[in-house]
């Protein structure tokens, strides 16, 4: 099983790739797209979840994805027909950091896909290469709500505190105007729904060659949360708006 699959599999009871819920992604979604038109972008967008909720909650809001993934591009244009936007979405398949177009965006987004870019900074260095005047940037990434182990750090990277990655946010030009810092609920839901997924799939599964491979690797990441990084890791998202020079 590829990581992929794996993905889609451990995703399947939480289709947002990030420790949110839904009305947080309802509310920062309205934030950030206040007046119902806008042209969005999301880098890296999986299956596309963020865009399907911003073409549904706006009638003429336009969206493009980009994502190395091809099957969840399929999925999302899938869901797109389904909710009967498929005319409003444009997907790319190539890397985030590849794409280029002669038209800027309204909105940018990026969730949980900093590593693509190489941190949380660059990952904003993008999207301002994409974003029109006046446009806003919805971002999420980590940060270590207390200090982690070095296992800690080696497993999720080396984020800083809450305080200090707004602080290097603002000195990168940017102003937030509204945030949401995930709930312990909120973290705990996404990492029960990805593992136990993962983990209900081997058990419904066990003739797949997968199934053990499949099941070995939930209760390894299931451990890994509860025993490294659960008491230490929080998770930001930010909308942004560039600060005048």
């Given at each position: 099983m590829?990581?992929?699959?794996?993905?889609?599999?451990a995703h399947a009871g939480h289709p947002v790739k990030s420790p949110l819920g839904d009305d947080s992604v309802r509310r920062l979604?309205?934030?950030?797209?206040?007046?119902?038109?806008?042209?969005v972008l999301d880098?890296?967008?999986?299956?596309?979840?963020?865009?399907?909720?911003?073409?549904?909650m706006g009638p003429r809001v336009h969206a493009e994805g980009v994502d190395i993934a091809e099957g969840d591009l399929c999925r999302a244009a899938a869901a797109a027909r389904?909710?009967?936007?498929?005319d409003r979405l444009v997907l790319h398949h190539l890397s985030a950091e590849d794409?280029?177009?002669?038209?800027?965006?309204?909105?940018?987004?990026?969730?949980?896909?900093?590593?693509?870019?190489?941190?949380l900074l660059p990952t904003l260095a993008a999207a301002r290469s994409h974003l029109a005047p006046g446009g806003r940037v919805l971002v999420g990434d980590g940060f270590w709500e207390r200090p982690p182990s070095r296992e800690a750090v080696e497993m999720l990277g080396d984020f800083t505190d809450l305080a200090t990655t707004v602080d290097r946010v603002v000195a990168d030009g940017w102003t937030p105007v509204d945030g949401h810092v995930s709930t312990r609920q909120e973290l705990d839901d996404y990492e029960w729904a990805c593992w136990g997924s993962l983990a209900a799939w081997a058990l419904d599964h066990p003739g797949d060659p997968d199934s053990s491979h499949a099941l070995a690797t939930a209760t390894?990441?299931?451990?890994?949360?509860?025993?490294?990084?659960?008491?230490?890791?929080?998770?930001?998202?930010?909308?942004?708006r560039p600060t005048p020079e």
């Open positions: 590829n990581r992929e699959q794996m993905s889609r599999i979604l309205a934030r950030g797209l206040p007046r119902g038109d806008e042209r880098l890296g967008c999986g299956g596309g979840e963020w865009l399907l909720r911003a073409l549904a389904d909710l009967g936007v498929r794409f280029q177009s002669a038209e800027p965006f309204d909105v940018v987004l990026s969730f949980g896909a900093a590593h693509v870019f190489g941190g390894a990441r299931r451990t890994e949360w509860l025993r490294v990084y659960r008491d230490t890791f929080g998770f930001v998202s930010l909308v942004l």
